[in-house]
């Protein structure tokens, strides 16, 4: 009789390898290698338009069609100058359409869902002071759709769980530990493990921000004063986070990484000189909070 403990690596060896190929190998758009992915492009597509639905539902649209449309024009301008909508980028990225919604929400957020979908809160707009800051902020979400970052993480989430359920069945054999105790602990640890690398992303996402927004010929460096406000914010509520706690770096902390990516595209040669206060409060001085 094979041991209960070699079945059971077995059983968690055949896993692994099915998982490996339920994955997605493919082009990320913003390195132009070939990464591993959770889903493939056309099944993030798919998420997100599934997402968007319910999000709508959830917080619902802000009614105001001029706003909307503003949104949806820088939005769309910033998106032209992404890693999506370069000449060597795949056509499925290219084809790909956005949409830029804004949330009647008064909590200060901006997010993205995979496959396309940008969302901004009124809460957020009503701090937002001039289009250069709306365009790095879209820009910053624009970046996490075109790294992929969500099916990327769900990829390492699913390696990290194979782990976890390993970990189960070695410590139920060898060491008589309950599964459920050893993954209750590992969903804890879990959260810690890829913490870091989700700040990782929100970097990265900055980097990206500035950088389509600048090629876009905004002065990112204008989203510094954006950051400081949410720094404001934070003590305003108490809400302040401490950077190694949050999934997204510390406002101050991006603050002065943001005026230092602007300075390297200006040294580049790029016109940064819209920051355009009075087409913005032309249109947004009429939010609600």
């Known amino acids: 009789m094979i041991p209960l403990t070699k079945v059971r690596l077995a059983l968690l060896m055949t896993a692994t390898i099915l998982v490996a190929f339920a994955c997605a190998y493919s082009t990320n758009p913003v390195t132009g290698k070939k990464e591993f992915f959770a889903y493939s492009w056309q099944q993030e597509i798919e998420i997100g338009t599934d997402a968007d639905q319910g999000i709508a539902q959830e917080y619902g649209i802000y009614d105001d069609d001029e706003i909307r449309q503003y949104v949806d024009r820088i939005g769309q301008k910033v998106l032209q100058n992404s890693h999506l909508r370069r000449e060597d980028a795949g056509r499925q990225f290219q084809d790909t359409e956005f949409t830029f919604r804004v949330l009647d929400s008064p909590i200060v957020n901006a997010f993205a869902l995979p496959g396309g979908y940008i969302y901004v809160t009124r809460g957020l707009l009503a701090h937002v002071e001039n289009e250069a800051q709306l365009g790095v902020v879209?820009?910053?979400?624009?970046?996490?759709?075109?790294?992929?970052?969500?099916?990327?993480?769900?990829?390492?989430?699913?390696?990290?769980?194979?782990?976890?359920i390993g970990g189960a069945m070695l410590g139920q054999?060898?060491?008589?530990?309950?599964?459920?105790?050893?993954?209750?602990?590992?969903?804890?640890?879990?959260?810690?493990?890829?913490?870091?690398?989700s700040r990782d992303d929100e970097r990265e996402a900055d980097r990206?921000?500035?950088?389509?927004?600048?090629?876009?010929?905004?002065?990112?460096?204008?989203?510094?004063?954006?950051?400081?406000?949410?720094?404001?914010?934070?003590?305003?509520?108490?809400?302040?986070?401490?950077?190694?706690?949050?999934?997204?770096?510390?406002?101050?902390?991006?603050?002065?990484?943001?005026?230092?990516?602007?300075?390297?595209?200006?040294?580049?040669?790029?016109?940064?000189?819209?920051?355009?206060?009075?087409?913005f409060y032309n249109v947004l001085d009429r939010v609600v909070v």
């Open 208 to 279: 990206l921000g500035v950088e389509y927004a600048s090629k876009s010929g905004y002065s990112a460096g204008e989203a510094s004063r954006f950051f400081r406000s949410l720094t404001r914010i934070q003590q305003k509520t108490g809400a302040t986070i401490p950077s190694w706690q949050s999934t997204h770096p510390d406002p101050g902390d991006r603050e002065e990484a943001v005026v230092q990516l602007a300075d390297t595209w200006r040294t580049q040669g790029y016109d940064m000189s819209l920051v355009n206060r009075d087409p």
């Open 138 to 164: 879209l820009g910053h979400e624009i970046g996490h759709v075109a790294a992929r970052h969500s099916s990327q993480r769900a990829f390492k989430a699913q390696l990290g769980q194979i782990g976890l």
């Open 173 to 197: 054999a060898v060491f008589d530990i309950s599964a459920d105790e050893i993954l209750q602990l590992g969903s804890s640890a879990m959260q810690y493990l890829f913490l870091s690398y």
